[in-house]
Structure formats: structure tokens, C-alpha cells
């Protein structure tokens, strides 16, 4: 299976590219392990979910049918993460979802070999997630929330508010 139709497939709700069919098995399912520092009653990690679920559904995939997702929910403490993250590389998984760094990490620090994809990553390059942005290497890849270029932007603007005073603000917020 390929990177990029491996990230398309767990893109958190953004999938936009199927895996061809032809690399299953028939009758076989696709196995995802899918670990959340969410707990599995929050309104948020179930929006996630459903919303997980049609995109999975647009491009075929049925839960039951042709993949399984093996959740894990409430990882919010390093410990906690690296236990469930233990528990789902036992599971044998095809590849792995993290929703966050502390998932990311724990599931980095279990296994070398799955494909781990990640979500909500400020820093995946400075945690040791990936080699380089570019060329992610290893097992592990995945979609960032700050785009790194935009800090130039930020430091602009706070240079114009401290020159010109706080009436520039709702211009400069504008231009972004």
C-alpha cells in the first residue's frame, strides 16, 4: 500500500482518495487501530467519529464489512497512551491512527513496522515524529494544525500593533 493512498484513507475525516480495492483479500478486512486522548463520551471525539465514518463510507469502506477499527479512547496521559498503544499494535493492525501527539508519540515508541498516520500534530517534526516535513520516513506521517510559514505573519502583525498602536488590529486580523 502506498503513502499517499494510506494518508488519503485516515486523512481524520478529510479522506479524499481511495485504496484501490485489489489490495484486500477477499473477505479479508482491513484492520485500523485508532487511538483518541478523547474520552469515548465527548461530544467532540463522536463528531469525529461519525464524520470519520461517512468519509470511510464514501470510498466503500463499511465497518464490518471491509474494515475494522479497533478504538481506544481517553489516552490523554502519556502512560495511558503507551498502554492502549501496546494493546492495539497486539491486534495486529494494517495501520494505526493517532489524534493527537501524545498518541502519536506512544504509538511511535511501540512499533516500527505498522503505518502509524496522525492528526492535530503542532510539531511533528521537533517531537521526533518525522525526519523532515518533505520525507517523513520511517512508519509515521500525517497531517500538522500549524502551518509553520504563518509565524512570520503573526510576528508582522505584533511589530505593527507595538509601531502603530492597537487601532491597526482589526485590519491587520482581516488581512489573515
Keep these: 500500500m502506498r503513502r499517499r493512498e494510506f494518508i488519503a ?26 487511538l483518541s486522548s478523547n474520552s469515548e463520551d465527548k461530544q467532540q471525539a463522536q463528531s469525529y467519529r461519525i464524520a470519520f465514518h461517512e468519509a ?11 474494515i475494522r477499527i479497533d478504538y481506544r479512547w481517553g489516552a490523554a496521559t502519556p502512560e495511558r497512551a503507551r498502554a492502549y ?22 504509538l511511535q515508541k511501540t512499533t516500527k513496522t505498522v503505518p502509524i498516520v496522525f492528526t492535530n500534530v503542532s510539531d511533528p517534526l521537533g517531537s521526533g515524529l518525522v525526519d523532515s516535513m518533505a520525507h517523513p520516513g520511517g512508519n509515521v506521517t500525517g497531517f500538522t494544525n500549524y502551518e509553520f510559514n504563518i509565524g512570520g505573519k503573526w510576528l508582522e502583525i505584533l511589530k505593527e ?3 502603530r ?10 488581512i489573515m
Design 9 to 34: 484513507l485516515l486523512g481524520s475525516a478529510t479522506v479524499a482518495v481511495p485504496i484501490a480495492a485489489r489490495a484486500q483479500q477477499p473477505g479479508q478486512l482491513f484492520r485500523l487501530g485508532y
Design 56 to 66: 470511510l463510507g464514501s470510498l466503500g469502506w463499511a465497518e464490518g464489512r471491509t
Design 85 to 106: 498503544a501496546e494493546e492495539l499494535v497486539t491486534l495486529k493492525p494494517n495501520a494505526l491512527l493517532a489524534t493527537n501527539s501524545t498518541c502519536s508519540e506512544a
Design 161 to 163: 500593533v507595538d509601531h
Design 165 to 174: 498602536g492597537p487601532d491597526i488590529m482589526p485590519q491587520s486580523i482581516a
